[in-house]
C-alpha cells in the first residue's frame, strides 16, 4: 500500500476512534453512578480474584 494512502487510512481511523471515546465519555458522566453496594461488591470480588490468582512462593532448602 502507497505510503500517503496508509497514513490517510490511519488519520481516518483516528479520528472515529478518538470520537467514539468522547461518545462513550460523555455517555459515560451522563450515566446515574452506581450504588454503593454494587461499588462494593466489585470492589471486594477484585480482591477476592486477586487473592486466589497470586502466585505460591516456593522455599529454597538451604
Known sequence: M???AHLA??????????????????A?????????RTVLGWTLIEVG???????RRTVALP
Open 2 to 4: 502507497h505510503a500517503q
Open 49 to 55: 480474584l486477586r487473592l486466589t490468582a497470586a502466585p
Open 28 to 36: 459515560r458522566s451522563a450515566r446515574a453512578p452506581r450504588p454503593l
Open 9 to 26: 487510512l490511519h488519520r481516518l481511523r483516528a479520528a472515529e476512534l478518538h470520537a467514539e471515546a468522547d461518545a462513550y465519555r460523555l
